[in-house]
Nanobody
């Protein structure tokens, strides 16, 4: 299995930027599709972005398309989420997750999860 550890969450003003990182250890990182998901208070966990095993393909939720960018560095066993033009509605705990599925687009398609990192966007 793979262990995941997120970092980079913070309090930021609306319109600002953050970059989240997720370091993986354990089984071969490049063998997994990777994703970022988030959960706001009182809401269900939702999909944000996914990236294929090689990094060649990405997919985004409509709510973040054009503002967020997912990337990975298989040599460093790390996946990133660059978040620009942040909005108060982006406030949530952000989770990194790994999947055996091709381009997983829902929480149920992920097999391993990190502990999450808090992102708070103030208005």
């Amino acid at each position: 299995q793979v262990q995941l550890a997120e970092s980079g969450g913070a309090l930021v003003q609306a319109g600002g930027s953050l970059r989240l990182s997720c370091a993986a250890s354990g089984r071969t990182f490049s063998g997994y599709s990777m994703g970022w998901l988030r959960q706001a208070p009182g809401k269900e966990r939702e999909f944000v972005a996914a990236i294929s095993k090689s990094g060649a393909n990405t997919y985004y939720a409509d709510s973040v398309k054009g503002r967020f960018t997912i990337s990975r560095d298989n040599a460093k066993n790390t996946v990133y989420l660059q978040m620009n033009s942040l909005k108060p509605e982006d406030t949530a705990v952000y989770y990194c997750a790994a999947s055996f599925n091709v381009m997983p687009r829902s929480p149920g398609q992920y097999d391993y999860w990190g502990q999450g990192t808090q992102v708070t966007v103030s208005s």
